[in-house]
């Protein structure tokens, strides 16, 4: 491992300095209630940078973890956000700050959601509260934050990947610097992450890898990695590592009293260990080892990153380690939302909503929940539909469909490029797949769903969730381009829902299709709509007028086509404009364009012929290549009517920038995409 020769922390730390600490790791705090009130912490405050750390003891290390832990705690009630995976791996954090010459060598976070105690120890402590709010801290690293931010990330499996570049690119310049990459159990499904391992192998690179071993990703990791991370543990052995870095293969110690994955026990008789699939890689192999005793890090690690050639040190951590519930429900306490506020006014404001809502309807379903229902009640009618999910099954409110049909569910993993290309070979023999998946997700199989759904035309059927702005996860689970990359491939069909209801019918539409199709829907809740039964088919490509506002004989006649959650957007801005605007002598006309392909083209038409003068696009989407250019493309290319009247013509979408994270009304609003700036924009089309 490339390390700069005259630093102290290229030495493996004395014996007698782990001795004296190695009982001290028994004395690590529990808790078991987040904090209202900052909590004392004066070890942690006097951290500003990770070079403050290296004069603490192994001792005062395992209490800087303690404070850690409860600080991360406070933060977390104080704004929300990632929660569980953050507690977890607080040891290995200070550990790694401890051992390495951050920022020249680089420490490589994979997904990213786990880095909130790495924000700590380099100098944005008094800034997590910030964290995920408009101009505040990113919920991920990001390389403009801080030197310490390595690599961008908020998606999985590209940590390996980006760590060996960066240490070919290191080689190449003769510069001697650790890269350290910290990899999940769960994101080490991903194929992204073992073509890397294939290729450090090839390059013989100096690398470093960390693989934090919790048995989870969101949810409890599956598969035969999984699996093979269960032969590891049930072996009983433990691969340590000599004073020379040398592998020494011994009787694990008794590190934990559950039985670790003993889902996989149940299943099938576990092998006993002979190898390791790491090592037959062609890794330096080490492990597994307690993730969360400090001086067994620091032995390990101090000598692993002195080993030449690719290394992975295997650790095992507890998610939500630290906090109890946290640690009982660590898929509930994958993230959490910031804690209430607790004083007279707010109990006040409370009981008063608690009576409101009592005399309203039910609250409003999540999308996510919209699409769970449809998917148990068409399942329930039709045994041809099996559902497709890369380790989404939460998120994407798929948790009862897996309960009541486990025989037709299939969680894949994080391997997006595998589902999208499973439920194309499902297509060709005569069941009907669906694949829900994020907006963001389905990116990265993009070349599956060319090549091996729409080039063949096969029966599959897409159900995007968080499409559109997603707020305080910011631009990296941001949906905002499946408009664009989804409409120019051949056969596909698009639908761009509404609202709850709408959504569910445009579900069942495309359900009934004979092709490949997508669904796009947004994060969170829509306008509150009832899901009205039985399940309907909608026309293809027909859309809907919603309202007329205004005189007919105005002499202005201003079209809004708006798709998907814009349409409540338009009629809102629509009415504000003929009630508000005395002097605007104009008809407005909001039409639900439901289908982003085909378009209705016949409604474009019929719009022309009723001498529309303006027309205005709205889509939370990116302008360039999204519904808005489609609808420009067949007006100038295959329109004559249009080359005759020549109507004004805006598209209001997200300009060509990445948007920040924030709130979603916040988001909405930098982008003019909130009821005022549409009103804004449509003034400056008509006047």
Not at 184 to 213: R, Y
Request: glycine share 8%; aromatic share 8%.
């Amino acid at each position: 491992m490339q390390q700069s020769p005259h630093s102290p922390k290229s030495q493996s730390l004395s014996t007698s300095v782990l001795d004296s600490a190695a009982q001290l790791s028994s004395l690590q705090q529990t808790y078991t209630v987040i904090p209202r009130v900052r909590p004392h912490t004066p070890l942690l405050d006097a951290i500003d940078t990770p070079t403050d750390l290296s004069t603490l003891s192994a001792a005062k290390l395992i209490t800087l973890a303690d404070e850690l832990r409860l600080f991360l705690l406070y933060s977390a009630g104080q704004s929300g956000g990632h929660f569980g995976a953050n507690l977890g791996v607080v040891e290995l954090t200070i550990v790694l700050h401890y051992l390495l010459e951050t920022p020249q060598d680089q420490i490589v976070w994979d997904v990213g959601h786990q880095a909130y105690a790495h924000k700590v120890l380099t100098g944005r402590r008094e800034q997590l509260g910030t964290i995920r709010s408009k101009d505040g801290l990113t919920a991920f690293p990001e390389r403009a934050e801080s030197v310490y931010d390595t690599f961008g990330v908020g998606h999985s499996s590209t940590s390996i990947s980006a760590g060996l570049g960066m240490s070919l690119a290191l080689r190449y310049q003769g510069r001697e610097q650790t890269v350290a990459c910290i990899i999940g159990d769960g994101a080490m499904t991903g194929g992204m992450a073992f073509e890397a391992m294939n290729d450090a192998v090839q390059q013989n690179a100096d690398l470093l890898v960390i693989l934090n071993d919790n048995d989870m990703s969101i949810s409890c990791s599956i598969g035969g990695f999984s699996r093979h991370l269960a032969m590891l543990w049930e072996s009983g052995y433990q691969v340590d590592i000599s004073e020379s870095g040398e592998p020494v293969l011994c009787h694990r110690p008794d590190m934990q009293a559950f039985d670790r994955r003993k889902r996989h026990k149940e299943m099938r008789d576990v092998p006993q260990l002979e190898d390791n699939l790491f090592k037959a890689i062609g890794f330096t192999y080490f492990g597994p080892f307690d993730g969360h005793n400090i001086p067994e890090l620091l032995r390990v690690l101090s000598l692993a990153k002195q080993v030449s050639g690719p290394v992975l040190v295997h650790i095992y951590t507890t998610k939500g380690k630290g906090f109890a519930p946290a640690e009982l429900d660590p898929v509930g306490y994958h993230a959490i939302s910031k804690l209430p506020v607790e004083d007279n006014e707010a109990k006040t404001n409370a009981a008063n909503t608690s009576i409101a809502k009592a005399s309203k309807d039910k609250p409003a379903l999540k999308y996510s929940q919209v699409f769970g229902q449809f998917l148990c009640d068409k399942a329930a009618e039709d045994d041809k539909l099996l559902a497709v999910t890369p380790a989404m099954e939460e998120g994407s409110g798929m948790t009862d469909f897996a309960r009541h049909f486990p025989e037709r569910f299939f969680d894949v993993a994080i391997a997006e490029q595998h589902a999208v290309t499973l439920a194309a070979g499902m297509a060709t023999q005569g069941v009907k797949p669906i694949v829900a998946i994020y907006s963001t997700f389905l990116q990265r199989g993009y070349d599956q769903l060319i090549h091996d759904v729409a080039l063949q035309n096969l029966d599959v059927m897409f159900a995007i969730d968080r499409a559109g702005l997603v707020g305080e996860d910011g631009a990296t689970h941001a949906g905002v381009f499946d408009f664009g990359f989804l409409r120019c491939v051949p056969n596909m069909v698009i639908a761009a829902p509404k609202d709850e209801n709408e959504c569910y019918h445009l579900l069942n539409t495309c359900y009934e299709y004979p092709g490949c199709t997508a669904v796009r829907y947004p994060r969170g809740t829509g306008t509150g709509a009832d899901i009205k039964q039985p399940a309907q088919n909608y026309k293809v490509g027909e859309a809907v007028v919603e309202s007329v506002l205004g005189k007919a004989d105005a002499p202005y006649k201003l079209t809004l086509l708006a798709f998907g959650t814009m349409v409540a957007t338009a009629q809102q801005a629509a009415e504000t404009l003929i009630n508000n605007d005395a002097a605007l002598d104009c008809q407005i006309q909001v039409v639900n364009m439901r289908w982003v392909k085909p378009l209705d083209t016949v409604m474009l038409e019929t719009l022309l012929a009723q001498e529309v003068t303006h027309i205005a696009t709205l889509e939370e989407h990116m302008i360039m290549g999204g519904a808005g250019s489609a609808v420009n493309e067949y007006l100038l290319n295959e329109s004559a009517a249009f080359k005759q009247s020549r109507p004004a013509i805006a598209n209001i979408g997200i300009p060509d920038r990445f948007i920040a994270h924030g709130s979603q009304a916040e988001q909405l609003a930098d982008c003019g995409l909130d009821v005022e700036g549409v009103i804004k924009q449509l003034r400056t089309l008509l006047f």
